[in-house]
T-cell receptor, first 112, second 114 residues
């Protein structure tokens, strides 16, 4: 069966420090991969999605970037964190065709 | 572009009572519709989905939802809730062929009281 791993679960970082969140999927090949951010009372905002290695689409301009160095690995990064980057970050994958999203357990990021 | 409106940010109910969580969407094309549940500090879990066919969709944990195209709604229902159903519920929509980029509502916090 397919599983998705996301780490770390929680992270506290000072303003101006770099960020790297990692997400890996097992048990499937060529998944679509997604990064969402969840802010209290604001639902989920799609940040990036990827349909293949090296293919990244950005949905909103921001201080973050994403990379997909391997088929089942998706990384969310920042060179310098802002206070406004705090939030709950969720990685997700989907298969091709009529396949829903499957989410990881999320990373709660607090920028201080 | 599509949008999703969840009309209630919080819904408190008593255990064993029925519940309906409302969801309306707007889109200029045909859509897929989903309901997800999120327990505290966890990711989202798929409850049910509507892709095509029967407008009444049954999901996990006794939940069901009905797609109403004329009213652009996809309300979630359960005839008798349990304490363990306390969670946040998200409605989501994607356009056909959108590569499964979901647009989510802001969520409804369901609190089941004893």
């Amino acid at each position: 069966s397919q599983t998705i791993h996301q780490w770390p679960a929680t992270l506290v970082q000072p303003v101006g420090s770099p960020l790297s969140l990692e997400c890996t999927v097992e048990g499937t090949s060529n998944p679509n991969l997604y990064w969402y951010r969840q802010a209290a009372g604001r639902g989920l905002q799609l940040l990036f999605y990827s349909v293949g290695i090296g293919q990244i689409s950005s949905e909103v301009p921001q201080n973050l970037s994403a990379s997909r160095p391997q088929d089942r690995q998706f990384i969310l990064s920042s060179k310098k964190l802002l206070l406004s980057d705090s939030g709950f970050y969720l990685c997700a994958w989907s298969g091709q065709g009529n396949s829903p999203l499957h989410f990881g357990n999320g990373t709660r990021l607090t920028v201080t | 572009a599509q949008s999703v409106t969840q009309l209630d940010s919080q819904v408190p109910v008593f255990e064993e009572a029925p519940v309906e969580l409302r969801c309306n969407y707007s889109s200029s094309v045909s859509v897929y519709l989903f309901w997800y549940v999120q327990y505290p500090n966890q990711g989202l879990q798929l409850l049910l989905k509507y892709l095509s066919g029967s407008t009444l969709v049954k999901g996990i944990n006794g939940f069901e939802a009905e797609f109403n195209k004329s009213q652009t709604s996809f309300h979630l229902r359960k005839p008798s809730v349990h304490i363990s159903d306390t969670a946040e519920y998200f409605c989501a929509v994607s356009d056909l062929g959108s590569n499964y980029k979901l647009t989510f509502g802001k969520g409804t916090l369901l609190t089941v009281n004893p």
